[in-house]
């Protein structure tokens, strides 16, 4: 340290630390505190504390929010996470950790969702400042580190489409594309955005639809976050483009099928239960597989890259597999054989 240079003034030595100066406000979900600083968001219960990368947390926060907290539970880490009873939510800690379950130290706090989605929308407006764009790819972003500022005027809108039967129909969203004014992405500057011609007998023109699309991925301008671009009774066919991390481990209440449309996503493959490493899927143009309700995934994409993901859409289908009504065939794999 130089005679001139100074050591950076903790302006908040009360709150165990946490920069409050820099305006960010404390935020409380049941007995849990989550509060941040320069790096760091840090929660504390009861019996204990925990802390996690901003950024990351953010990109997980947000997704959470928009996605209505999906199906099954989303893990910001090994410790840290929601799951969605369906009308109430659980934030738990330590829950599926052995050596948390072994010392009796787990915690979880069950609130109305709405409640808890209020709760995150706050907490995503007043943490997510400047120019850091939580929906985007880390290099298409600024960072979300320093004194509170602003967030960007789009963050809590809603970036993805959902369909309620098929892109571009009756009363339907258009599907994105560059003759629709989007932007097309740098990474997919080379494919050709042809659109389908439909000629539909008369009487049919509403019951008929079609869309491009790879034309609407190249477009989309977030990440790792599915549009339902077309549906049929429970099944609905959800499209998103990947780049970098998948921002949140999934574990599933359901069965996922995965179509890699483009390029590749690298899979980590858990145990649902406790988080132990169970395989490693390695997807390429047009690899499908299938994520069972037993596992937990978080995906890394190299190259931004095209995905379809089929989802079972049904209101019930986590009570059926809850009493064993859903067949399901488990088979054992080798993390280290699969590495």
Known sequence: MTAESK??????QNNRGHNSSLGYKTFKLGDVEFSRDLYFCHLKWPTGSHSLH????LRATLRMYQWQFFFGSLLYDDLVGFTNHYGTVELFIGRDDPGFQKAEKTHAVVMETGEALEDLCAMLENWSGGQFDPFVSPRETGRSIGAHSAPLDHLMTNRRLLAKRILGGKDEAAAWSASNGQNTNEHFEDLEQIQPLVHAEPGYEDALSAFNV???LACQEVVWNPSICSVVRHNAVCITTEEEE???WHKNDRLEWFVQLSDEIIWDIQNGADGQKRARVIMRSGDVSAMPHDIRHR???PKRSMLLVWENSDPEIHKKVSAGAVPFLSESLDYAAQS
Do not use: Q
């Not at 050591?7 to 908040?12: H, K, L, R």
């Not at 901003?54 to 947390?57: D, M, S």
């Open 246 to 248: 998948l921002p949140v």
């Open 214 to 216: 790879f034309a609407h």
């Open 54 to 57: 901003i950024e990351p947390f």
């Open 299 to 301: 995906g890394k994409s």
């Open 7 to 12: 050591p950076m003034e903790s302006e908040t």
